[in-house]
């Protein structure tokens, strides 16, 4: 069974730094997708990166980028120029495709990091 | 556009009773999904289904029971309540089951089963 573990239960940045959020993920599959999603306190669950394991770039979404290591199975998210906004429970994700064939599976999340921003 | 609805928002049971959460999606999707979340936790998959009139186990599908009968509603029922299933329940849905199509999610049911 795949599984994500998020080693960090918490993470401080000051406003307009730059913080980043591990994880690491465990799977004999080839392809596969990893996601961060954010869930802020109103409990919405809000896509805010992906990366498909075929790709070797990075994916970067404005302030959001990832440095994906599919060797070490790591796939860490960065926030520049921290806000308040940004403050969240972040998980990440991974999904495949069921082995049994018949399209993908649903997501397995890690058990998240909470992120603080100080002002 | 509505997107993924969820109905109730919030919800208290008493433990041997039953209820079910309905989950209303506007976007003509294919797949939807059951998650849990429980403190400390990321969402576990229930169960989950890749078209109308179809359902499949998930991790942790013991107590709940699912149907599909519309291709926009996705129900949820627990026949007897435990208090081990207290728990956010959030509904999902995606276009299809290729790794490229996004899950949508719903803001989730809160359930307190005393």
């Known amino acids: 069974a795949q599984t994500v573990t998020q080693s960090q239960p918490e993470m401080s940045v000051q406003e307009a730094e730059t913080v980043t959020l591990s994880c690491t993920y465990d799977?004999?599959?080839?392809?596969?997708?990893l996601f961060w999603y954010k869930q802020p306190p109103s409990r919405q669950m809000i896509l805010v990166i992906r990366?498909?394991?075929?790709?070797?770039q990075n994916a970067t979404e404005n302030r959001f980028s990832v440095n994906f290591q599919k060797a070490a199975k790591s796939f860490s998210l960065k926030i520049s120029d921290s806000q308040l906004g940004d403050a969240a429970m972040y998980f990440c994700?991974?999904?495949?495709?069921?082995?049994?064939?018949?399209?993908?599976?649903?997501?397995?999340f890690g058990k998240g990091t909470h992120l603080i921003i100080q002002p | 556009n509505a997107g993924v609805t969820q109905t109730p928002k919030f919800r208290v049971l008493k433990t041997g009773q039953s209820m079910t959460l309905l989950c209303a999606q506007d976007?003509?999707?294919?797949?939807m999904y059951w998650y849990r979340q429980d403190p400390g936790m990321g969402l576990r998959l229930i169960h989950y289904?890749?078209?109308?009139?179809?359902?499949a186990k998930g991790e942790v599908p013991d107590g709940y029971n699912v149907s599909r009968l519309k291709k926009q509603n996705f129900l949820l029922g627990l026949e007897s309540a435990a208090p081990s299933q207290t728990s956010v329940y959030f509904c999902?849905?995606?276009?299809?089951?290729?790794?490229?199509?996004?899950?949508?999610f719903g803001p989730g049911t809160r359930l307190t089963v005393l």
């Open positions: 999902a849905s995606s276009r299809g089951g290729y790794l490229t199509d996004t899950q949508y």
């Open positions: 799977t004999s599959e080839s392809d596969y997708y």
């Open positions: 990366q498909e394991a075929y790709k070797q």
């Open positions: 994700a991974y999904r495949s495709l069921r082995r049994s064939g018949g399209g993908a599976d649903g997501l397995t």
């Open positions: 976007m003509n999707h294919e797949y």
């Open positions: 289904s890749v078209g109308e009139g179809t359902t």
